[in-house]
Every structure is written in C-alpha cells, then in structure tokens.
C-alpha cells in the first residue's frame, strides 16, 4: 500500500525553525513531490515542490525561508522552515504527482496526499 506519512510540526515562536519530514511507504518518491499548506478558512496552498533531477519551485511565500529536499537514502522529503511568521501557521501536507512531465506548483496535478501535521507560529 503506497502513503505518505508527514512528521515534524509543532509549536514554534515567531522568526524560529522548523524541519518537516514526508516519508514514503510502498513507494520511493523520485518523481515530482511537493509540499502545501492551509490554513483555516484558506484554500490549499502549493509551497514548494521537487522534481526527478532536484529542480526546486517555490511559492513566493516562502521563497528564500523554506527548503525542500529529498534524502539521499531514504524515502523521505523534507521541508526546512526558516524564519517562521504567524502566517504561516497552517496544516502542513507532502504529496506525490505519479507522472513526471512537469513538477507544478498546483496541488490538482497531485495524486498521493498524506494526512498532514500541524504548525503554529505565535508572535
């Protein structure tokens, strides 16, 4: 059975650092992965996202404060937060896209989904 399992939120203060983990079973996620976001009462946000050569995308939300990456070794991607905001307090989802022609900021071009872990940022 492939899944996705997300680890890592917590609670932080503002300007502190957190690193998401997205681990793969079933599967080994060497396609298209990405990271998203909502908050509530907000649409799913695409965050960031890693294509099959390690080319990375990023919202202008976070770019220049996250890093998204895949483990060398293992089946895990991670989500390096820097600099946190209250607005980034969201619930936290990785995903897989199964077909590898593009690597989409978009979160409808996604097929696998984990359930995701929770970040709050207070001022």
């Known amino acids: 059975q492939v899944q996705l399992a997300e680890s890592g939120g917590a609670s932080v203060m503002f300007g502190g650092s957190l690193r998401l983990s997205c681990a793969a079973s079933?599967?080994?996620?060497?396609?298209?992965m990405g990271w998203f976001r909502q908050a509530p009462g907000k649409e799913r946000e695409a965050i960031a996202t890693?294509?099959?050569?390690?080319?990375?995308d990023y919202a202008d939300s976070v770019e220049g404060r996250f890093t998204i990456s895949k483990d060398t070794g293992k089946p895990i991607v991670y989500l390096e937060m820097r600099y946190l905001e209250p607005g980034d307090t969201a619930m936290y989802y990785c995903?897989?896209?199964?077909?590898?022609?593009?690597?989409?900021?978009?979160?409808?071009?996604?097929?696998?989904w984990g359930h995701g872990t929770q970040v709050t940022v207070a001022s």
């Open positions: 995903a897989a896209k199964w077909t590898t022609k593009t690597c989409p900021l978009y979160s409808g071009a996604f097929n696998l």
């Open positions: 079933g599967f080994y996620p060497s396609n298209c």
């Open positions: 890693i294509d099959r050569s390690g080319a990375t």
